[in-house]
């Protein structure tokens, strides 16, 4: 009777990465991460940057994830 019965999957990445891969493409997703791993911005700042550009983005999304507080690095 309870065969196959299996936890659901958690989600490994935060609500942030996730939207990115929705709305990027291969490149533009390239592009995102490797600003978001570059210490010159400062989190206000790219995110003020992306939303500049279309990509729904907050300080605090982008901090967390920075700082290894989201879903993603758990």
Do not use: S
């Amino acid at each position: 009777m309870l065969e196959g019965l299996t936890p659901p999957e958690k989600e490994t990445l935060c609500a942030f990465i996730r939207n990115a891969m929705d709305q990027l493409d291969k490149a533009d997703m390239q592009i995102f991460l490797d600003n978001l791993a570059d210490a010159r911005w400062g989190h206000t700042e790219l995110a003020r940057a992306l939303t500049d550009r279309g990509f729904k983005a907050n300080d605090d999304q982008t901090r967390r994830h920075r700082t290894g507080k989201c879903i993603c690095v758990r």
